[in-house]
């Protein structure tokens, strides 16, 4: 049935509106047809999509956090030498997985409408990558030390564990945790690291010739390192509340990255022989702000909040690296391929921290009438519901970890071998190492050692034979 419409007079509006009126005309009687009939055809289901509830304001977040979990997570880890392939390669098949795993499980928590359907927005999506961000922090626990399938069924069990502590954390204890210090980092980090420990592997020595890393793979994993750098307020502020609180999670984040990234090579130069940087503290440790930031991200930090926070992570996280991961290997049987304790576990426990005390301290005065409206309960309440939420972060990475450790002890999932870690190998066609190139005459040598090889081509003239 066609709509038509017969204009009357009173279809016309021959008095403005103007600032000072206090109401406005009522609808003519064609606006309200209009209405009537959109909204008839939305309960009929032929529009699928809310364009009016999305922000576009949202879209740049999204892209920057899944560059951060396919490219930053993906290439920061291919700093073995043999393992490139596994590092970026499982990296990608995990984040794929693992998102469309999550959009179910979230939905079933947050967004399952009254008819029984899953609503899929931009905030769902960055949800799944932020879901999908902590098992791939788990991951780097057992980098090397697994197999496809094994990452396939601690991604389903982590998805799964994240889902039930996140709403737990979020509805129904009524934390905050914009940048996921707690959800994310620490519960992913912990849930890794109890995985590790039960698959313990005495003679992993067995492989250590491919533990470690050469020039080239370096250089790739510092590309994952900036990647997650640069894009690290975003990540922060994906999901925070539009105007000042995003604006106050940026800017936090920003000064919080900013001086681990001074602090880590400070301790790295006076830390290491001769005074030079180590490669491994300037790929992760110069992270850590980020990471402990995030929970009082949104919160009003201030700058000097944000530069005291990732100075003393960046001193924290780099002396991980040099002490506290071989004390973890030697004494507790946990071996951390990628060292996420130091980039993520003790960070994230100190996002944690700062985040109850900022909460604690909040005041009408700093925050304003309509800003302390961010927390749920009165500061002191909501510090001591902040303090809770970092418990049962812990509690479900470790005790997850735990249980899902003991599913793959069980000798069904096709790991390798002691001394077949590290190795692309195992899994992946390898193409031939390349031939080795002759070396190059020293005068043709592009400057190089250019006295050397004239004084050699001057000796060589003079002595050769004369006719």
Known sequence: MTLQFVYTQQDFITEVCRSSDKMAPPPTVFDSAIRAGWTDRMEKGLFRYHLSALETRVLPGFQ?????????????????????????????????????????MQGWFHHLGDDGKISINVYSMINADFCVAGCLIAYGALLGKVSPVQLMVLTLFGVTLFAVEEYIILNLIYAKDAGGSMVIHTFGAYY??????????????QSSRLQGSVYHSDVFAMIGTLFLWMFWPSF???????????????????????????????VSSVFQKHGKLDMVHIQNATL????????????????????????????????????????????LKIQDTCGIHNLHAMPGVIGGIVGAITAAAASESVYGTEGIKLFKFPPAQQGGHQAGALCVALCFGIGGGILVGAILRLPIWGDPADDNCFDDESYWEVPEEEESIPAVMQY?????????AESNFTMDSDTRPRA
């Open 236 to 266: 922060n502020s994906a999901i925070t509340e539009h105007g000042d609180g995003q604006h106050r999670a940026a800017i936090n984040t920003y000064l919080s990255l900013a001086s681990t990234v001074l602090t880590a090579v400070a």
């Open 192 to 205: 890794g690291l109890a995985i590790s420990w039960m698959l313990y592997r005495p003679n992993l020595d």
């Open 444 to 452: 043709n040598n592009h400057m190089r050692n250019k006295d050397v």
């Open 288 to 331: 850590a702000g980020g990471v402990a930031v995030g929970t009082a991200a949104e919160f009003m930090l201030m700058p000097y909040g944000s530069l005291i926070v990732g100075f003393c992570c960046g001193i924290l996280s780099t002396l991980g690296y040099i002490y506290i991961t071989p004390f973890l290997e030697k004494h």
């Open 64 to 104: 920057d956090v899944h560059v951060m979990v396919f490219v930053g997570f993906g290439f920061l880890m291919t700093f073995l030498k043999r393992y490139s392939f596994g590092g970026v390669g499982f990296n990608f098949l995990i984040a794929a997985f693992g998102l469309q795993w999550a959009l179910l």
